[in-house]
């Protein structure tokens, strides 16, 4: 069974402060990582995906993926009140089947 | 606004009726999923279609039923609900790769509430 574990916050930061958050993964066969945004009532929103070890930069968005230890982060930088939200980590099967399986999601506040 | 467009954007129905749930996408995706989400949870699974074709059921009562009547559209056909299966229904779309390298990209959803 795939496990993808975050946690749950809430996690509260400061307007201007880095966010950051972070996802474990069971399964060390895993390929690709995604990162989605979900406002409450609302539905996820694509943020950023990462396939390869190192950083990649969006924006005030850098996933960082670290395949030897098994866990993705995202770092939101200059953090403002509107990316308060549930943040989900979503890893795929490697079976070419498109299953999703989702983190608990961490729910993140930033202060004003 | 998101390029899956979900409708009804909200429903009520009681526990003897029969409604449907619509999802269209215009982005040439290949494999379109259905979803369910209650609070605080993260989006569960119910079925992918790939190629217009069913590939997974992930055990799902059979008071929903999916259909593809084509690469574009993907329908929930609901009957006999129970008020447990209220919850928001996402439908999302990816292009289908190996090893399942594609992000999906998700509708607005449907709310859903069973009386």
């Known amino acids: 069974q795939k496990e993808v574990e975050q946690n749950s916050g809430p996690l509260s930061v400061p307007e201007g402060a880095i966010a950051s958050l972070n996802c474990t993964y069971s399964?060390?066969?895993?390929?690709?990582f995604f990162w989605y945004r979900q406002y409450s009532g609302k539905s996820p929103e694509l943020i950023m995906f990462?396939?390869?070890?190192g950083d990649k930069e969006d924006g005030r968005f850098t996933a960082q993926l670290n395949k030897a230890s098994q866990y993705v982060s995202l770092l939101i930088r200059d953090s403002q009140p509107s990316d308060s939200a549930t943040y989900l980590c979503?890893?795929?099967?490697?079976?070419?089947?498109?299953?999703?399986?989702f983190g608990t999601g961490t729910r993140l506040t930033i202060i004003p | 606004d998101t390029e899956v467009t979900q409708t009804p954007k909200h429903l009520v129905m009681g526990m003897t009726n029969k409604k449907s749930l619509k999802c269209e996408q215009h982005?040439?995706?290949?494999?379109m999923y259905w979803y369910k989400q209650k609070a605080k949870k993260p989006p569960e699974l119910m079925f992918v279609?790939?190629?217009?074709?069913?590939?997974i059921n992930e055990s799902v009562p059979s008071r929903f039923s999916p259909e593809c009547p084509n690469s574009s559209l993907l329908n929930l056909h609901l009957h006999a609900l129970q008020p447990e299966d209220s919850a928001l229904y996402l439908c999302?779309?990816?292009?289908?790769?190996?090893?399942?390298?594609?992000?999906?990209?998700f509708g607005d959803g449907t709310r859903l509430s069973i009386l």
């Open positions: 999302a779309s990816s292009q289908e790769g190996w090893p399942g390298n594609q992000p999906q990209h």
């Open positions: 399964d060390r066969g895993s390929q690709s």
């Open positions: 990462i396939y390869s070890n």
């Open positions: 979503a890893v795929p099967d490697n079976f070419g089947n498109e299953k999703l399986t």
């Open positions: 982005m040439g995706h290949r494999a």
């Open positions: 279609y790939s190629y217009e074709k069913l590939s």
